[in-house]
């Protein structure tokens, strides 16, 4: 199928790079995290903070009509790699991320700690911050600033993701927060995890429109996009593979002493 | 036999040794261990312990030369018994006089055990031990053969006062590693020093003797260089450690009074169990009440968990039932000739001919298992006949169960009490089984168990999943969180399937979650006389990864190669 007009353009921080491309590989390596690996044919200088657009398209003349890669980042421990043959010219290998896997690393400054309005404020504030340092075995929180008003997981979950620069869909029920501490060693979107995970063993990215989806296993909402239909033309080949799947014998559910 | 190591662990780290200006005080140690391990003789879950049989440390300078060899031996006839024997080598690059800097070995230590009480822990052994080494002897000096103070200043240094004889000096004598430690050594290839390897020149004995309650030991140590000083310690002694008896107790079985059906469950009554004796002397019988009743528990028959009578909308199908997924289907099954045939025999649709033997019942099988614990409530009054009371909550409306009880004094369970069966007719229904506790910090932990499964098997097969819900809720609202929690965990058990296609062209718009429509590929199989005609299953398919790659053609355009597509199947719920 070489003869479909299909053209891809790669931009260096908003420089049409492509002519030193001699390929490009996207894949996903997990429901959220988009990789891709080009293949320079020439050195050039960059740099851990040089941005990176990917771009595809059908059409010639519209050469931007799908982005494959927005904003993306190689990290520097993994993007010099070089490889010289007798005669050929050298190709030097970069292999990076899109802007989630960049988001997904985010941290808070301050460690957070998260307090519903209700009385004894200071009390209770106090109280979180002496709880969490028993239960981590006297590890300190250091600097602390405070999230005020979080009276709800809903309204967490949504300020967390605002925090780390991304849109954010809950599907799971509601409850009344605790004062609860970020751990400092968790990013936002870690926080996040740690606080959808007993309802949403499913959490995944609409890149599309930048939104992290916290949903239910048991009813999966596919997001509306396009159905994707597979002429048998096009199908070279099909496998399939059972997936081992966790049996689940007993839940052990948590709740800290603050009512 | 011996013990021979079997198990080899070796280890190598930086050591900070001497600074000086050379030298950036850096060293590096490596030790190399054999153990013994034993073969996996205690049946499954017990780890045996290793033996450690022999180790070897090498000290290395910044250098990379090798300054210090520490070799040690341990030797066993049989694993956990005592050792009969430990060596140990020294070799050392020190400098010795008249040897200079080399490596060689400086010391030589052996032990000796008396295994005369193999039973009981290696410092209760009679030993001996020999250590031969280096020894370093000044000489005297003859001051006429040399000038100008030349020797007066050498001994200054050495710390040497000279002495008139020819013979040596027997009580400057030095082990290697005092002198080399110390300040003992001169060096210099003139000076007076020399030094001999000297047999056995420290031996102690152990002595060990045994008593009904302890062992006595007394040491005696000698030493060649200082052959007046004998030391003697001791006696020491070590107490043995008591040993418990326990007699066999006649526990008695308890017996259940009374079960019946109550709105929480099915209600037991137990009573009696425990010891009973007869103090002849005194012609009386002695009682002892258990302090506790195990109590358990096999389902003999019980009407499916559904939805009716669920008032607290907690039901959720069971997720397995639901048979794996699969791909393709087989949709026709005819002859050579098209005429529709029945498919493939298989077991079952084997008639069965006359002289067949009768297939085996299946058979029923009983299993109990423990559900609780529960302590004697008369436990504290004397000769008072033991008493509980035990509610089984996770029971079913028309089930039928069968129980019996024990009892329990210390280590000690007493045999089954009488079984009783029990049709439960209480009241309400119960899908998913919530169990609360409270611990000492005041945490609440909710328990919840996983609906039965007929898929696969009981008890323990799983997984235990922990979470941390951070809540203010209150105590009453907390069953219904619990109730959203974890069926949400249990669903993600459904069993799953995943699909790799390749597919010809790069495919733009792809997004995790997307629906996919699969082509109907239809073929067919030919097996004996039979026609078989398969197709992929129209299912509902979403898109959960791919992986794509362009490369640039000679021409300048691009190609796509290897362009795959991962898929899941799709909940329908």
């Not at chain 1, 896997?101 to 109280?127: F, G, H, S």
């Not at chain 2, 007869?278 to 009407?303: H, Q, T, V």
């Not at chain 2, 009490?417 to 609440?444: A, E, K, P, Q």
């Amino acid at each position: 199928m070489s003869q479909l007009d299909f053209v891809c353009t790669v931009l260096m921080d908003g420089r049409d790079v492509s002519p030193w491309v001699k390929s490009v590989e996207i894949s996903t390596e997990d429901k959220i995290d988009r990789k891709f690996t080009i293949v320079f044919s020439s050195w050039d200088q960059f740099s851990e903070a040089n941005r990176w657009d990917i771009y595809g398209s059908y059409n010639p003349s519209q050469p931007n009509q799908e982005i494959l890669i927005r904003n993306g980042r190689i990290p520097i421990d993994r993007w010099r790699s070089v490889s010289v043959g007798v005669g050929a010219v050298p190709q030097v290998i970069g292999t990076g991320y899109d802007y989630v896997w960049l988001a997904k690393r985010k941290a808070p400054r301050k460690t957070i700690v998260m307090m519903p309005d209700r009385r004894d404020y200071q009390a209770n504030l106090k109280k979180a911050v002496n709880d969490f340092q028993e239960r981590n075995d006297g590890r300190p929180i250091g600097r602390y600033q405070v999230w005020p008003s979080m009276t709800n997981l809903h309204k967490a979950l949504t300020r967390l993701a605002h925090a780390g620069g991304i849109h954010i869909s809950i599907q799971i029920p509601n409850y009344d927060l605790a004062p609860y501490v970020v751990d400092p060693k968790f990013s936002y979107w870690a926080a996040i995890e740690e606080l959808a995970s007993p309802f949403a063993p499913n959490i995944y990215y609409v890149r599309q429109n930048n939104t992290l989806v916290i949903a239910d296993r048991q009813s999966e909402v596919m997001h509306s996009s396009n159905k994707l239909t597979l002429s048998p033309k096009i199908v070279a080949g099909l496998s399939a593979v059972p997936i081992y799947t966790r049996r689940i014998r007993r839940v052990i559910m948590r709740i800290p002493a603050w009512r | 036999m011996a013990l021979t190591p079997n198990e080899f662990v070796s280890t190598s780290f930086d050591i900070p040794i001497e600074t000086d200006e050379l030298t950036e005080g850096m060293g590096n140690m490596a030790i190399d261990a054999g153990y013994y391990k034993p073969g996996p003789s205690g049946g499954e879950g017990k780890e045996e312990e290793s033996v450690l049989l022999e180790v070897k440390r090498t000290i290395t300078n910044y250098r990379s030369t090798v300054i210090r060899v520490d070799r040690e031996e341990w030797f066993y006839d049989v694993y956990k018994g005592p050792p009969t024997e430990f060596k140990r080598e020294v070799r050392s690059a020190c400098y010795l006089p008249g040897m200079g800097r080399s490596l060689r070995k400086v010391e030589e230590e052996q032990v000796v055990f008396w295994t005369f009480t193999p039973l009981t822990s290696a410092d209760n052994l009679g030993r001996t031990r020999f250590v031969s080494a280096f020894v370093v002897y000044d000489l005297p000096v003859d001051p006429t053969k040399t000038t100008d103070g030349e020797t007066t200043q050498k001994l200054d240094d050495a710390q040497i006062k000279p002495s008139g004889t020819d013979d040596r000096i027997i009580s400057s004598g030095k082990l290697w590693s005092e002198a080399v430690s110390g300040s003992g050594i001169v060096e210099d290839e003139s000076s007076n020093q020399i030094v001999k390897w000297v047999n056995n020149v420290i031996v102690e004995h152990d002595l060990v003797e045994e008593e009904p309650d302890k062992w006595i030991i007394w040491t005696i140590k000698k030493n060649a260089l200082r052959p007046q000083d004998v030391q003697v310690d001791g006696p020491k002694f070590i107490k043995k450690t008591g040993f418990r008896y326990q007699f066999p107790v006649p526990m008695q079985a308890p017996e259940i009074k009374k079960a019946s059906s109550t709105a929480n469950g099915v209600r037991l009554t137990i009573v009696g169990g425990g010891v009973e004796f007869e103090n002849k002397w005194l012609r009386e019988k002695i009682k002892i009440p258990p302090d506790k009743y195990n109590i358990y528990r096999a389902l003999i028959a019980e009407p499916p968990r559904d939805e009716s009578g669920d008032k607290e909308d907690w039901w959720d199908p069971d997720p397995s039932p639901e048979g794996r997924p699969h791909v393709i289907g087989t949709t026709a099954t005819t002859d050579q000739g098209g005429t529709p045939s029945d498919p493939l025999p298989g077991p079952s649709s084997i008639p069965s001919e006359p002289g067949d033997p009768e297939p085996p019942e299946e058979p029923t099988e009983v299993s109990f298992t423990m559900i609780g614990t529960v302590d004697n409530d008369n436990a504290r009054r004397w000769r008072d006949e033991g008493h509980a009371e035990f509610v089984d909550g996770d029971v079913q409306n028309n089930g039928e169960y069968e129980y019996y009880a024990e009892s329990i004094i210390g280590d000690n369970t007493s045999p089954e009490s009488n079984h009783v069966t029990i049709i439960y007719t209480g009241g309400d229904h119960r899908t998913h089984r919530l169990g609360f506790r409270t611990n000492d910090n005041g945490d609440i932990e909710i328990d919840a168990d996983a609906p039965n499964d007929p898929g696969v098997p009981p008890d323990d097969y799983g997984e235990v999943i922990e979470v941390e819900i951070p809540t203010s809720e209150e105590d009453d609202d907390l069953e219904d969180l619990a109730g959203e929690v974890a069926p949400r965990q249990f669903a993600a058990t459904e069993p799953d399937i995943s699909i790799s296609i390749d597919v010809l062209i790069p495919l733009l718009g792809l997004e995790y979650g997307q629906a996919v429509i699969l082509p109907e590929v239809l073929w067919e199989t030919y097996g004996n006389q039979l026609i078989m005609s398969q197709q992929t299953l129209p299912e509902n398919w979403m898109l959960s990864g791919f992986n794509m790659r362009f490369e640039r053609d000679n021409a300048g355009g691009w190609n796509s190669q290897n362009t795959t597509l991962s898929l899941r199947k799709r909940s329908t719920t």
